[in-house]
């Protein structure tokens, strides 16, 4: 699938997503496009444009080596844990403690990340 959608150069052991995440799909370390700082990747664009496939294709080649998160910040699931709280909490908030969720939970490569309010993240 990827060959066909041209994900293929993105996603090799060189490609943009090895050094965005400092990582290839092998688990070799690469130089870090922006140095340090964890980096967050955010695609948009309308239906049809192939949002969701590079992501699964991201998922199904880093997942192992780096925490990948792949939520749909529009489903509803987080407006409706907000709903109780509303002056404290948003569906931002929660989508966000879903993240923390998760990077606490990760079982790959160096472990699971340290969050703050991960207590919170486990309701």
Request: hydrophobic fraction near 35%.
């Amino acid at each position: 699938m990827c060959e066909d959608l041209g994900f293929e150069k993105l996603l090799s052991e060189e490609g943009f997503f090895a050094r965005l995440f400092g990582r290839s799909p092998s688990g070799a370390g690469r130089e870090p496009l922006y140095g340090p700082d964890l980096p967050v990747v955010l695609l948009t664009g309308g239906p049809g444009m192939g949002k969701g496939r590079l992501l699964r294709a991201v998922r199904d080649r880093f997942a192992g080596k780096v925490p990948v998160i792949h939520l749909d910040c529009g489903s509803p699931v987080y407006a409706d844990r907000a709903e109780p709280e509303p002056g404290a909490r948003s569906d931002a908030t929660e989508a966000l403690v879903e993240v923390a969720r998760r990077l606490c939970t990760w079982q790959g490569t160096g472990g699971s990340f340290a969050c703050p309010g991960s207590s919170r993240a486990s309701r």
